[in-house]
């Protein structure tokens, strides 16, 4: 199971697109609201989690994804059930994933320590001991996947497909979406 954490504030783009494309790959993925099922974007488009985080079952978890947007970035950092889940990720070998101002939250919890990783630019003092990489969409290390922002949302989530289910069904997704390079 994939659980992608919203938290009032989440950028739309950061969380929507990943999500479709996994789902489009046949990944089980649940939405989780931190504060409620109803959980209002960075854009204020009110959105209903499929779940909220008392009803994660971390047993059965295989990524987490956080979107960034800095309020929903904000509501991660101030829940401590929501820290606790990504600590649970990081401590039983689960992928991570995060984008934007997200990185910055696994780099808190010392996640990116000596990787490489990207994030939305200016976010970088905020990335610790992370070896980071710039000018990318997103960057895989390890079970830790980075991207950097909105516009690199496909690119982020075709790279979550690829690590749960292989280069060709991240290809397939690919071509089913008609996805083009400026």
Known sequence: MVYMLLGTGFEETEAIAPLDIMRRAGIPVLTVGINGKTVVSS?????????????????????????????????????????????????????????????????????????????????????????????????RDGKVITGTSAGCAVPFGLALVEALKGKEVAKTVAEQIVIRHL
């Not at 204020?44 to 047993?59: F, G, N, R, S």
């Not at 696994?106 to 710039?134: F, K, N, S, W």
Request: some cysteine; charged content about 20%; glycine content about 10%.
């Open 43 to 139: 854009h204020k488009v009110p959105v209903v989690a499929d779940i909220t985080l008392e009803e994660m079952d971390l047993t059965d978890m295989d990524m987490i994804v956080l979107p960034g947007g800095l309020g929903g970035v904000a509501s991660i950092r101030g829940s401590q059930q929501a820290m606790d889940a990504i600590a649970f990720a990081r401590d039983n070998d689960k992928w991570m994933a995060a984008i934007c101002a997200g990185p910055t939250v696994l780099a808190d919890l010392h996640i990116t320590d000596g990787r490489q990783a990207t994030c939305y630019p200016g976010c970088e003092t905020g990335m610790g001991e992370a070896v980071m990489v710039p000018d990318v969409p997103c960057i």
